[in-house]
């Protein structure tokens, strides 16, 4: 008898894991993104995401573990909620949600509670940084995105005019859209744009002190387009004295830290990460370390 419970125990088994992977069972799976510790190390955040096969949509949830408790939602909502951060004295945590219909900037206790909106721009934002003193934030929206007719839904004809038309992650390249910086005051709500031009700029971040921004923008040449440059450039917080660090001709993936800039470059034998030193006053530390890619 017990063999053979044993041998139908197998065979379904067998059974089972010769079952193909649907597309259910894709929409079940949960993918963990971003991780932030609070500065006292009894809060961790974490971002699960999960599609939404009937909306056909990807969901992201914030999630909460405090101590040695069992995770749970930081805001329990079916919304889309993403990108969490803590401000620099742990009490309030700022995320990224679409509850409104467009990606803006929120902000909520640290215990769950008291959720309210910081940004209501136009067409949403991408990411963003908080000041260390708690008093502004800068983020990055899109200037030149075409808008559906009010009255019809329908969007206008798309015009490219620019060297290259699509890029991974934006989409079509149309008319005058660019990738700008702006900095709002998160009392007043009031906001101003900091990088002007035609060209696209990534990663906006508060220095230590507050007084820079570092940032990411691809500039170079009389048509940007046209080469893959990405360089890393510092501002004052107002937008002024905009000076490019990096000096030399190479080819870099910036990835932007809350304190540090680090420079990839897998054209190196063997490929190396690099952070290079500059401006003290900035309360920025760099040095360079190697490892393999």
């Avoid at 930081?74 to 919304?79: C, G, K, S, T």
Wanted: proline share 5%; charged share 25%.
């Amino acid at each position: 008898m017990i063999l053979k419970y044993g041998f139908l125990f197998g065979l379904i088994c067998i059974v089972l894991a010769l079952k193909p992977f649907s597309l259910d069972d894709f929409g079940e799976l949960n993918q963990l993104e971003s991780v932030v510790v609070s500065s006292d190390d009894k809060i961790t955040l974490y971002v699960a995401s999960q599609m939404d096969l009937k909306r056909d949509k990807t969901i992201r949830s914030i999630w909460k573990i405090e101590d040695d408790s069992k995770p749970k939602k930081l805001i329990d909502n079916a919304d889309n909620h993403w990108n969490p951060s803590f401000s620099s004295d742990g009490t309030w945590i700022f995320y990224l949600s679409d509850v409104s219909g467009d990606s803006q900037l929120w902000r909520i206790n640290r215990n769950g509670g008291n959720s309210t909106r910081i940004t209501d721009f136009e067409g949403g934002i991408i990411k963003y940084s908080i000041s260390p003193d708690q008093k502004s934030a800068v983020f990055l929206a899109k200037i030149g995105k075409m808008i559906p007719n009010s009255n019809t839904g329908i969007l206008p004809p798309m015009v490219i005019t620019r060297f290259q038309s699509v890029r991974d992650g934006d989409g079509f390249l149309y008319g005058n859209l660019s990738t700008q910086i702006f900095s709002i005051d998160l009392e007043t709500k009031s906001h101003s744009q900091l990088s002007f031009g035609s060209f696209d700029n990534w990663c906006p971040t508060y220095s230590p002190n507050g007084k820079l921004i570092s940032f990411l923008s691809k500039r170079r040449g009389k048509f940007p387009d046209k080469n893959y440059f990405i360089d890393v450039y510092l501002m004052d917080a107002n937008g002024r004295n905009t000076k490019k660090v990096n000096t030399k001709r190479v080819h870099p993936l910036w990835r932007c830290f809350p304190t540090d800039l680090v420079q990839h470059r897998s054209s190196l034998k063997p490929p190396q990460t690099l952070q290079l030193p500059f401006d003290r006053d900035s309360g920025m530390s760099f040095s360079r370390f190697s490892r393999p890619y």
